[in-house]
């Protein structure tokens, strides 16, 4: 039995494996209609979600599985103090797999190690987030044909983005990348990512302040919400909300197959002009996300096509 806690759990062949099946269901759906027939989901949602929690509830159900669950802590047992341990025994007599997002860091790590069935990350704290960086391989891969030779800008919080966390760590493992890191001083990327994953691997990358300095050079950016709910002072929140704001002006020096995502949701950080831009991908990443997690959710039940 397999879970996904983080992005390290897959091998790049895994990695791999997982992007063209999920090309396959795009180009053959009906092959894929009845894999779950007879499964269950539990969706275990401790914090906010629309994507996620949504996006596994309709890939499970396109895979003809069905789906129970909680979409918030206060209506689950946690509100009457049940640990994540016990929750995880719980679901396992209940589900054949289960997908949990938490405001802790570490809890899906828990539910593994107390669980009968698969578990999926969907998200801890300002942790990881597996199953967004999966979304973006894919979105990467159909966007540009490749998921080597490119030069990506992350920009943002790259301090409480878990999404930008688990996302160089993927990259990390294709050839001739570069990481642009654009962010104000105080949200820069964690000093045990430049260390573990980029100084450690020789990965080339640059921080900078400078949006509009990194501009041309980007083949990818990658922009991020400021994550408010992260911030111990609303004043700090409120002073570095606006720091990078992509408007149609700020693009003017950009590549003409720049690829622009976001793990949504946004808030200030992309003027909406910017979405009929061919080169804003992020609702198709949306899309992606649910295809990439039906080839997830049938490959750790290992249920043959
Ligand atoms: N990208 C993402 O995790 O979105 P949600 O918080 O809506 O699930």
New binding site residues.
């Given amino acids: 039995m397999k879970h996904l806690i983080g992005i390290e759990d897959l091998t790049n062949e895994e990695i791999d494996a997982l992007i063209a099946t999920a090309e396959d269901i795009i180009a053959n759906p009906a092959k894929y209609a009845e894999v779950c027939h007879g499964k269950k989901l539990a969706t275990l949602f401790y ?9 596994f509830e309709s890939a499970m159900m396109e895979l003809g599985g069905n789906v129970i669950g909680f979409s918030e802590a206060q209506s689950s047992s946690a509100a009457k103090g049940e640990s994540v341990a016990d929750t995880a025994k719980v679901i396992s007599c209940f589900a054949d797999i289960m997908v949990m ?1 938490h405001f802790k860091e570490g809890a899906p790590m828990v539910a593994s190690l107390n669980s009968t069935i698969p578990v999926i990350n ?2 801890d704290g300002g942790h990881n ?1 597996p199953t ?1 960086t999966l ?1 973006d391989l894919l979105t990467i891969k159909r966007e540009k044909g490749r998921l080597d030779n490119l030069t990506v800008g992350l920009c943002g919080d790259l301090k409480f983005g878990r ?1 930008v966390h688990s996302l160089i760590s993927a990259m990390a493992r294709y050839k001739n990348i570069k990481f642009v890191l654009i962010s104000p001083d105080e949200l820069k990327i964690p000093d045990y990512i430049k260390q573990d994953v980029l100084e450690k691997n020789g990965i080339e990358y640059v921080e900078t302040a400078s949006l509009d300095g990194a501009m041309p050079e980007l083949d990818i950016l990658y922009m991020t919400r400021v994550q408010r709910e992260r911030f111990f002072n609303e004043q700090d929140y409120i002073r570095l909300k606006d720091s990078y704001i992509l408007t149609p002006e700020k693009l003017d020096s950009a590549k003409s197959d720049l690829a622009i995502l976001h ?3 946004r808030v200030n950080e992309i003027s909406v002009a910017i979405d009929k831009d061919p080169r804003a991908c992020y609702f198709r990443q949306v899309l992606n ?1 649910k295809y990439i997690r039906m080839a997830l959710i049938k490959y750790l039940l290992e249920v043959a096509r």
Wanted: no cysteine; proline share 15%; aromatic share 0%.
């Fill in positions: 914090e906010p979600s629309t994507r996620t929690r949504l996006s997002r969907a998200g987030h967004q979304t999404t793990p949504l949701p996300g």
